[in-house]
């Protein structure tokens, strides 16, 4: 009996010869950022099904995989505040809407419905986005650009009793299927046209029911009402609507604005020390991106849309007066040779706006009017119209995160987040890894409320990047724009690899990232 009871015994303190995993991924060893205002540490993450469940000293847990990290730096996955990614993520093939543009950035979640080009069909958008595979996952806006347009056209008009009711009532649907806020491009055509007050009474349905007001603000530069003009406009704006403001891509545009970032960043100083909730993101590129109507076209000659401008261009009330506010316009662009067009597969791609007017023989806006009337031509630019002096400032600001604004011809698409670290961390040291990471991480995510993500912590989701240190760079420029960034080593979305030894799994385990559905609905 006692023989018995000992191999008994014996038996079970044997067990199998392995231990089954604890979890499924341990980065083990790297030098761990969490997003945090926080020191880093060395360690371990470690991963079951889409969430975190350890960060700290290593501890030894067994892993279905295990990703060695010593020397390369852990982080949450990059957040994108403000992304034009249509191209990617609408796309038919579904290796194209893994979206490889960001994650190869290291970018786990983008911003979208920028600008004022969100669809009110927030919920439905979503769902088929999801539904048919995306890489990253996507945080919507609703836009005011896309609700006008419904109700409205491109009309450059008030909106009567019953239209600015209907814009309201779409604006309320969105922010209830999900919607971050309410976004505006109130520099573009037909948004334009809208009045502050309009603004402001569709942007207060977002208030009610806890969004925000997100802004391309009506003037970057001295188009119209000017940039000081412009960001009290847009602070007027969302203390009216009872929302937090957040300024897209803030800068100083134009040789007129060159050297005003200090006043830019006073006036929204001022607005926070009176307690309003106010932040921006910024792209570290000293080149926008437009096209060559937003650009150069004055606004009123946009009214009815692209038939209606063309139109004006020949007509002899008309044809004078556009072409001279476009020869203004260029001129606060930088001039010709300041405007690099990057429209793909056309005659003019990778060229400058003064090397096709030499070529073709005409006046630089003769040439921009070629281009225009052009069918079916892609008119984007590069314009190389900001100072290093006003983007080093607005980057050191504590409420300005991290976003690419990337659109397709400009290479911030590909190489925003690398070209953040390399110019100005690495090689300029404009601002600190640890201020890099956090604004484009936790910072971000507490910005747009985005539960559990932008943190590495226990319970958050498991949206994770490896990067090595030595090699993560852009390799994408303004005639090469959609070289892919290199130095990833691994990133993780929603728990699954998205990217393994630096190469594109294939795996599309992006989510839309919807708000729950807020009081008011």
């Known amino acids: 009996m006692k023989r018995l009871l000992l191999a008994t015994l014996l038996a079970a303190c044997s067990g199998p010869t392995t231990a089954a995993p604890a979890v499924d991924v341990v980065i083990r060893g790297g030098t761990i950022y969490t997003g945090a205002e926080a020191s880093p540490v060395t360690g371990d993450v470690e991963i079951a099904g889409d969430r975190i469940v350890y960060v700290g000293p290593s501890r030894g847990t067994a892993a279905a995989s295990v990703v060695d990290a010593r020397g390369m730096i852990v982080a949450p996955g990059f957040i994108d505040a403000h992304t034009h990614p249509d191209t990617y993520i609408r796309s038919a093939d579904a290796k194209v809407r893994l979206n490889l543009p960001w994650l190869a950035q290291g970018v786990s979640t983008i911003v979208t419905g920028v600008d004022g080009g969100g669809t009110p069909d927030v919920a439905a958008d979503a769902r088929k986005l999801e539904a048919s595979g995306i890489g990253t996952n996507i945080a919507p806006f609703v836009g005011f650009g896309a609700i006008r347009a419904r109700v409205m056209g491109q009309d450059d008009r008030v909106p009567n009793a019953a239209e600015l009711a209907q814009e309201k009532a779409l604006a309320a649907g969105a922010m209830c ?12 055509a037909p948004q334009s046209f809208a009045t502050t007050d309009e603004v402001a009474a569709v942007a207060a349905e977002a208030g009610k029911r806890g969004g925000m007001y997100d802004t391309h603000q009506r003037d970057e530069s001295s188009y119209s009402i000017g940039l000081i003009a412009s960001t009290k406009e847009a602070i007027e704006i969302g203390r009216r609507a009872g929302t937090p403001v957040h300024f897209a891509h803030l800068k100083a545009l134009g040789v007129d604005l060159q050297g005003q970032a200090p006043a830019l960043i006073a006036t929204i100083e001022a607005a926070r020390a009176r307690g309003q909730d106010v932040t921006a993101d910024q792209y ?8 060559v109507a937003a650009a150069l076209v004055p606004k009123w000659a946009l009214d009815g849309g692209d038939a209606r401008m063309a139109a004006r261009f020949d007509d002899p009330a008309t044809a004078a007066k556009v072409r001279a506010e476009m020869r203004e316009n260029l001129r606060r662009r930088g001039g010709k040779e300041a405007i690099l067009l990057t429209g793909e597969d056309q005659p003019w791609t990778g060229r400058t706006l003064g090397q096709m007017a030499a070529q073709w023989r005409l006046d630089p806006v003769e040439a921009a009017i070629r281009i225009l009337k ?47 670290y390399d110019t100005y961390v690495k090689q300029r040291r404009v601002v600190t890894l640890a201020h890099f990471i956090r604004r484009s991480t936790g910072a971000t995510a507490d910005l747009y409320r985005l539960k559990d993500r932008g943190y590495l912590r226990a319970g958050a989701f498991a949206d994770v990047v490896v990067l090595d240190p030595a090699r993560y760079a852009p390799r994408a420029d303004y005639v090469h724009p959609k070289k ?16 393994k030894d630096g190469a594109a799994t294939g795996v ?4 839309a990232l919807l708000r729950a559905k807020p009081a008011g609905c």
């Open 177 to 188: 299927q999900g919607a971050l806020g309410l976004s505006t491009g109130l520099f573009y």
């Open 284 to 291: 570290p590129w000293l080149a926008s991106g437009s096209a």
């Open 374 to 420: 052009t069918p079916g031509a892609k008119t984007g630019i590069a314009s190389f119209n900001m100072a290093d002096r006003d983007v080093d400032l607005i980057m050191k600001q504590p409420w300005v995160v991290t976003s690419s604004d990337g659109s397709d011809g400009h290479p911030r698409q590909y190489a925003t987040f690398p070209k953040l």
């Open 484 to 499: 892919p960034t290199v130095g990833v080593r691994a990133l993780f979305v929603n728990g699954r690899p998205a990217l």
């Open 508 to 511: 599309a385990a992006g989510r």
